[in-house]
């Protein structure tokens, strides 16, 4: 059963646009969440992260949006560039140790 | 830089040939996860270490093992690998619990 879900397995966006990428959990009991990028023959590379007692959490270009209410949260990547391109992983945690990762969101970021 | 190192990237064993893969880490790290990663699908846990506590989920088959002789090295045994194995297998740590996971870049593992 998976508990996390990234419903678009694709997206593009303009070079400078917003990028939005959603995320979707089902287990109330989580309250750290992640997002992770992955170049291709790379491990997931940590990006950000927020935790449940927050509803918003922003690093440089990157934004992470919580909504525990609709068990829902969104990264934004504002201005969108060309190095953005890449597999992006929402994670979803408890307080022990199981991450349990989405199926992924393609992202090209066109120039 | 500190970083999660893999070897080796690419690995392929016969069926029903035990293999090992190995994960090392300088980041000096107490917890130590292997996640198995099937084409399009997400990462799924197999078990962690925290320190020298072994924890082992719950669905991961008896065919998986592991071992952490110390804090710098974990390493994952599959003792009869199948065709189902076949899979990428990540290495990941974090400082403690509930702390954003940093992962290796991977061992593709092919079943002949």
């Known amino acids: 059963d998976q508990q996390v879900k990234q419903n678009s397995p694709s997206l593009s966006v303009q070079e400078g646009r917003i990028s939005i990428l959603n995320c979707d959990y089902t287990n109330s009991m989580f309250d750290y969440f992640l997002w992770y990028k992955k170049y291709p023959a790379e491990g997931p590379t940590f990006l950000i992260s927020i935790s449940s007692i927050k509803d918003k959490n922003e690093d440089g270009r990157f934004t992470v949006f919580l909504n525990k209410s609709a068990k829902h949260l969104s990264l934004h990547i504002v201005p969108s560039q060309p190095g953005d391109s890449a597999v992006y992983f929402c994670?979803?945690?408890?307080?022990?140790?199981?991450?349990?990762f989405g199926t992924g969101t393609r992202l090209t970021v066109i120039p | 830089d500190a970083m999660v190192i893999q070897n080796p990237r690419y690995q392929v064993t016969q069926f029903g040939k035990p293999v090992t893969l190995s994960c090392s880490q300088t980041l000096n790290h107490n917890v130590m996860y292997w996640y198995q990663q099937k084409s399009s699908q997400a990462p799924k846990l197999l078990f962690h270490?925290?320190?020298?506590?072994?924890?082992n989920e719950a669905d991961t088959p008896d065919n998986f093992q592991s071992r952490r002789p110390n804090t710098s090295f974990c390493f994952l045994d599959i003792r009869s690998p199948g065709l189902g194995d076949a899979a990428m297998y990540l290495c990941a740590t974090s400082r403690a619990s509930n702390q954003p996971q940093h992962f290796g870049d991977g061992t593709r593992l092919s079943i002949l």
């Open positions: 270490y925290y320190d020298k506590d072994f924890n």
């Open positions: 994670a979803s945690m408890t307080g022990a140790n199981n991450l349990f």
